[in-house]
């Protein structure tokens, strides 16, 4: 009998010593989305980004039936501005970087199969590769998808995220080394359109739990 109590004692003590956390990190690819945006004229009309591959990394604790994370994302896209009267339009190259701070619920906390719903915050960088400026824009991160566990330390996670970048009618992007010749966005018609600049991202990672 004492042994047994001592092995009880002994066993809740190992529990109570467990760390109320784990640290999970997972790369992952994708293809980030946008969609077209009136710029304000009367030299402009509209400008493109072209949807393209991107890849990340995330960095997340687990806790209880949530995790909080930093994620980065990186693609490289290419800008078409749309001239107004014909005229041939302007094209270069982007990069796209995105950083943001999410917080996750986590359904099924205990089972392989764990759906999630995600929601963060942060900025997105757009840099031009001729010679304007780059814009930092704040951005939010809103989405779900769900984590597939192989074990204690390896799964995979599959989702899809909307990025918004904050850009109200009127933000500017990518001015001239002068600040005077910008490209300023128009208003796109519906209510988010007026101030989002929208991104969508879908992305499967390996995940790598310690």
Same mark, same amino acid.
């Given at each position: 009998?004492?042994?047994?109590?001592?092995?009880?004692?002994?066993?809740? %003590?190992?529990?109570?010593?467990?760390?109320?956390?784990?640290?999970?990190?997972?790369?992952? %690819?994708?293809?980030?989305?946008?969609?077209?945006?009136?710029?304000?004229?009367?030299?402009?009309?509209?400008?493109?980004? /072209?949807? %393209?591959?991107? /890849? =990340?990394? +995330?960095?997340?604790?687990?806790?209880?039936?949530?995790?909080?994370?930093?994620?980065? +994302? *990186?693609?490289?896209?290419?800008?078409?501005?749309?001239?107004? =009267? =014909?005229?041939?339009?302007?094209?270069?190259?982007?990069?796209?970087?995105? !950083?943001?701070? @999410?917080?996750?619920?986590?359904?099924? *906390?205990?089972?392989?199969?764990?759906?999630?719903?995600?929601? $963060? !915050?942060?900025? +997105?960088?757009?840099?031009?590769? @001729?010679? *304007?400026?780059?814009?930092?824009?704040?951005?939010?991160?809103?989405? =779900?998808?769900?984590?597939?566990?192989? $074990?204690?330390?390896?799964?995979? *996670?599959?989702?899809?995220?909307?990025?918004?970048?904050?850009?109200?009618?009127?933000?500017?992007?990518?001015?001239?080394?002068?600040?005077?010749?910008?490209?300023?966005?128009?208003?796109?018609?519906?209510?988010?359109?007026?101030?989002?600049?929208?991104?969508?991202?879908?992305?499967?990672?390996?995940?790598?739990?310690?």
């Amino acid at each position: 009998m004492p042994d047994m109590r001592l092995w009880m004692i002994f066993s809740l %003590v190992s529990l109570a010593l467990q760390p109320l956390w784990a640290l999970e990190i997972m790369p992952m %690819v994708g293809f980030e989305l946008h969609n077209k945006h009136d710029l304000a004229g009367p030299r402009n009309d509209r400008m493109d980004l /072209r949807t %393209v591959a991107l /890849r =990340g990394l +995330t960095a997340a604790y687990l806790m209880g039936d949530g995790q909080v994370e930093l994620c980065y +994302t *990186r693609a490289n896209s290419a800008a078409e501005i749309q001239q107004a =009267g =014909g005229a041939p339009p302007d094209r270069f190259d982007v990069r796209i970087e995105q !950083f943001t701070f @999410n917080g996750l619920y986590l359904a099924h *906390r205990d089972e392989p199969l764990q759906p999630f719903i995600l929601i $963060g !915050f942060g900025a +997105t960088k757009y840099t031009p590769d @001729n010679n *304007r400026s780059a814009s930092l824009k704040p951005s939010l991160a809103l989405g =779900g998808g769900a984590k597939w566990l192989w $074990g204690e330390h390896f799964g995979v *996670r599959a989702d899809a995220r909307w990025t918004p970048s904050f850009a109200p009618t009127g933000s500017h992007f990518f001015c001239d080394s002068s600040g005077s010749d910008c490209y300023a966005l128009e208003d796109n018609g519906g209510f988010y359109r007026r101030i989002f600049l929208s991104n969508l991202q879908t992305t499967v990672g390996l995940l790598i739990r310690f």
